[in-house]
């Protein structure tokens, strides 16, 4: 018996599928805490169900073995689980800086250790790249020429 195809054949039911960004609780999963990790990325699951939401989204229902969790995934948060998996260092909403100077045709747009947003991942076969948010300008930034930004500092109330 062939399986049900979903999504202009993208997927079939019970086919292996990789995550390919962390999924955190945004509120609808039950028993977790809003922003806590559901499925780090890179994690393969079956899918077992498909639908929609807001009669415009195609949302695969995704059973997650290893931790048991069925979580509702978009189509281009997925790749099939045969697909060769290069993992990123960021991931979206990330900080980073820029470890060279970043230019276009010589001229320098931003110094080195310039403090930019991951807006969103590029992977290819082998390399990867981002979309970077550095002062109101977006750039296309290879992995290689960037570092973990600073982490967010707050201060303690004094008593």
């Given amino acids: 018996m062939k399986s049900e195809r979903y999504d202009e054949g993208r997927f079939d039911f019970g086919e292996s599928v990789r995550i390919t960004r962390n999924v955190r609780n ?11 990790l559901l499925i780090r990325r890179g994690s393969v699951g079956n899918i077992l169900n ?19 969790r069925m979580v509702g995934c978009r189509l281009e948060e997925l790749i099939s689980a045969d697909e060769p998996w290069n993992p990123s260092r960021f991931e979206f909403r990330d900080k980073v800086v820029c470890t060279i100077d970043l230019a276009i045709q010589g001229s320098i747009l931003f110094a080195k250790g310039t403090e ?13 790249q981002y ?29």
């Fill in 116 to 128: 930019g947003e991951v807006f969103k991942v590029i992977r290819d076969k082998e390399l990867i």
């Fill in 50 to 68: 498909v639908g929609t939401f807001l009669q415009d989204q195609v949302i695969f229902t995704v059973h997650f073995l290893t931790v048991d």
């Fill in 26 to 36: 945004d509120g609808t999963y039950p028993g977790m805490d809003v922003g806590d």
């Fill in 131 to 159: 979309h970077v948010a550095f002062s109101g300008r977006t750039l296309q930034v290879p992995e290689t020429a960037l570092a973990p930004g600073r982490p967010e500092t707050f201060c303690e109330p004094e008593a």
